[in-house]
């Protein structure tokens, strides 16, 4: 089991740890992936380094990430909310390893330096990016930690090939990390019930997706960033992951409830 967290407003860590640690005690097999971004957002604006969040030509958002903000992004993902779980965990007696993907080459891909992007209806050209895209994950070491009672915390960045720190997306790292552990389920879990028909209307919840139905629901439901999971669940999928779930992290057991399908459940056919 892969479990994705987010980094969105609202999640609550107290609710996913508590559900984690029963989980673990009962020898669940499990790895728990996490993001930051709404901490990140309020640290770059505190270090006066605000957040540039552009849409590429192919219209999808994502965060400009010059050298500066890899640094704030380091702080805020391997810092305060990678050690914030991993201390959550160690009080409920689970005993947690929180790393990012650049060590141990966890999560490695190729760099993207430059970032076509359209801003105010302009295509441009920006440079000096650290983003780019995981393609290979060091199962080793993930299985090395599980085999020996350790749940692994993972967070991005992750190791581009030639070793530099990349910001990577959280959820597609995750749903490349469940193809590669031929996990049974992927669970992203957000503030958000599940993926919703119109994002204003939490009554919305869209049940059930086939994978032939993802390309229509990344192109005319999700928004934002919900483009993202749509992608990655739609990666996992073909990988060979048995399922993928888009549950609720604001919720008491979030875990187990989406488990049991509350939720958005995806599945081949
Ligand atoms: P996280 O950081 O938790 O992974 P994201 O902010 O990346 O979460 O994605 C979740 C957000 O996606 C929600 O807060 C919601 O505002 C937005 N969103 C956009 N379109 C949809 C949709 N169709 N259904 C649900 N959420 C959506």
New binding site residues.
């Given amino acids: 089991l892969i479990i994705?967290?987010?980094?969105?407003a609202?999640?609550d860590y107290d609710f996913l740890c508590e559900d984690i640690a029963t989980l673990w005690q009962e020898n669940k097999s499990l790895v728990l992936v996490h993001?930051?971004?709404?901490f990140t957002d309020e640290l770059s604006r505190k270090l006066d380094h605000p957040p540039r969040f552009v849409t590429s030509v192919s219209g999808i958002q994502s965060r400009f990430t010059d050298r500066e903000t890899l640094e704030i992004f380091e702080m805020a993902y391997c810092g305060k909310m990678n050690k914030g779980i991993v201390e959550r965990l160690q009080r409920l007696e689970v005993n947690a390893v929180g790393l990012s993907g650049l060590d141990g080459r966890i999560w490695e891909g190729p760099r993207k330096t430059t970032l076509k992007i359209v801003e105010n209806g302009k295509r441009k050209v920006l440079r000096g990016d650290h983003t780019g895209r995981v393609e290979r994950v060091n199962i080793n070491l993930i299985e090395m930690l599980l085999e020996n009672g350790y749940l692994p915390v993972l967070t991005p960045p992750a190791a581009s090939f030639d070793g530099e720190a990349i910001n990577v997306d959280?959820?597609r790292a995750a749903a490349v990390l469940g193809a590669a552990l031929k996990a049974d389920t992927v669970l992203?879990?957000?503030?958000?019930?599940?993926?919703?028909?119109?994002?204003e209307d939490e009554k919305s919840l869209?049940k059930k997706l086939c994978l032939k139905d993802l390309e229509s629901?990344k192109n005319d439901?999700?928004?934002?960033?919900?483009?993202?999971?749509v992608m990655g669940a739609g990666e996992a999928i073909e990988a060979g992951v048995g399922r993928c779930i888009?549950g609720d992290?604001r919720i008491p057991q979030p875990v187990r409830s989406a488990l049991e399908g509350r939720g958005t459940v995806i599945e081949r056919g």
């Fill in positions: 994705k967290v987010g980094g969105a609202g999640i993001g930051g971004s709404s959280g959820d992203f879990l957000s503030n958000v019930p599940g993926l919703l028909k119109d994002v869209i629901a439901i999700a928004r934002g960033r919900m483009k993202k999971k888009f992290a």
